[in-house]
Structures are given as C-alpha cells and as structure tokens.
T-cell receptor, first 112, second 115 residues
Framework: SQKIEQNSEALNIQEGKTATLTCNYT??????LQWYRQDPGRGPVFLLL?????KEKRKERLKVTFDTTLKQSLFHITASQPADSATYLC???????????FGKGTSLLVTP | GAVVSQHPSRVICKSGTSVKIECRSL??????MFWYRQFPKQSLMLMAT?????????EQGVEKDKFLINHASLTLSTLTVTSAHPEDSSFYIC???????????FGPGTRLTVL
C-alpha cells in the first residue's frame, strides 16, 4: 500500500539554526511532491512543489530536495524563526491528476 | 492563488442531528473540490471529490449516504454530515485545485464536535 512517512517526533530547534524535515514514501511514482504548512486549527497552506526532474527547489529561506531513487524529500528552513513553528506536511498525488495524500506531518518548534 | 472559505468554522451539535458545512471558492470557478477529514495528530484523509453538476466520488470506506455532498455551483460545495455521532467529530477541510491538481488551495477548516 502507499505510504508517506514523516518524522513522528516533534523537532525542537533554536532560533537561527536550520531545521531539516524528512519525508519518505513507498509505492508511489510521483510526478511531483509538495510541502505544506499547517498551524493549529487551520487548513494547510501550500509552500513548495518540486517535480520529479528537479533535484532541489528554493524559495526564500526554504529549500526542498527530491531524490526519487531514495524515495525521499528533505525540507529545510534556514535561519529559523519562532514564527516558523508549525506542523509541516508532505503530500503526493494518490494517482495522476487526482487529489493529494498527506503524511502525518512533523511538528517544528523554534525557540528564541 | 485561489481564496477558499468555509462556514461555519466551528460547530457543536447533538448526536443524531445533521450538520451542513459550506466550502466556497471566492475567486476561482471550481468544477472540482476535494473534502478531507483530519483527526487529532493524524494526516488529512481524502473523503470525497465533489464534482459540479454530477455526483461526488467517495473514497473507499466513506459512506456516501452519511456524508452528502452537493456541488451546486462553480463556487460552492456543501458537505452534510447526516445523523452525526461522536465518532464523526473531526476537522473537515475542503480544497480547490485551482489550475490543476498540483496546485490546491485549502479552506480554513471546520471543527465539528458531536456531543
């Protein structure tokens, strides 16, 4: 069956450090992978999409890598800030042209 | 990007009653909308795909007679939880694939609590 696995434990880091979150998947052949941010009691907010032919994508302090051989994506937040504290979700198409399947998310806490 | 609203944001109801949740695409005409459900500490799970002018498509294990979906216009989809029970208490979120399924915009969610 298809699985999307993210670090189940919360990640606590100090302000200014780089946060790295992991997403591993099985039984997918994704054309792309997405990362979302979700704050408590709110819907997910789209952050980045990376396609299968892209190794790396950047947006401001965010960087995503995508290794289709390892079936893994890494999500980095550089120079982290307390405002970055949230749950970050990895998402893949369940099948081409269809809705997304999400991982459980990793909770990030950035302390001053 | 598309702006998506949901109403209500929170609802508390008694067991056995029905609850209607609205999802509106404010600036994008959506022939398709997705409904997800999220239990605490769990991932979003797709419940159904709402199709304008036709029947919704439900995921395996989701009862179509319990979760009624109506996509009456290009900007509005409604999810009605019929005869709600405490186990239906969850966070319901809709999304609009604006410009293709690889670009989804999510509503703020509706917290349903069934007593």
């Amino acid at each position: 069956s298809q699985k999307i696995e993210q670090n189940s434990e919360a990640l606590n880091i100090q302000e200014g450090k780089t946060a790295t979150l992991t997403c591993n998947y099985t039984n997918y052949s994704p054309a792309y992978l997405q990362w979302y941010r979700q704050d408590p009691g709110r819907g997910p907010v789209f952050l980045l999409l990376i396609r299968e032919n892209e190794k790396e994508k950047r947006k401001e302090r965010l960087k995503v890598t995508f290794d289709t051989t390892l079936k893994q994506s890494l999500f980095h937040i550089t120079a982290s800030q307390p405002a970055d504290s949230a749950t970050y979700l990895c998402a893949l198409e369940s099948r081409p042209g269809y809705a997304l399947n999400f991982g459980k998310g990793t909770s990030l806490l950035v302390t001053p | 990007g598309a702006v998506v609203s949901q109403h209500p944001s929170r609802v508390i109801c008694k067991s056995g009653t029905s609850v209607k949740i609205e999802c509106r695409s404010l600036d994008f005409q959506a022939t398709t909308m997705f409904w997800y459900r999220q239990f605490p500490k769990q991932s979003l799970m797709l419940m159904a795909t709402s199709n304008e002018g036709s029947k919704a498509t439900y995921e395996q294990g989701v009862e179509k007679d319990k979760f009624l979906i109506n996509h009456a216009s290009l900007t509005l989809s409604t999810l009605t939880v019929t005869s709600a029970h405490p186990e239906d208490s969850s966070f319901y979120i809709c999304s609009v694939p604006a410009g293709g399924p690889d670009t989804q915009y999510f509503g703020p969610g509706t917290r349903l609590t069934v007593l």
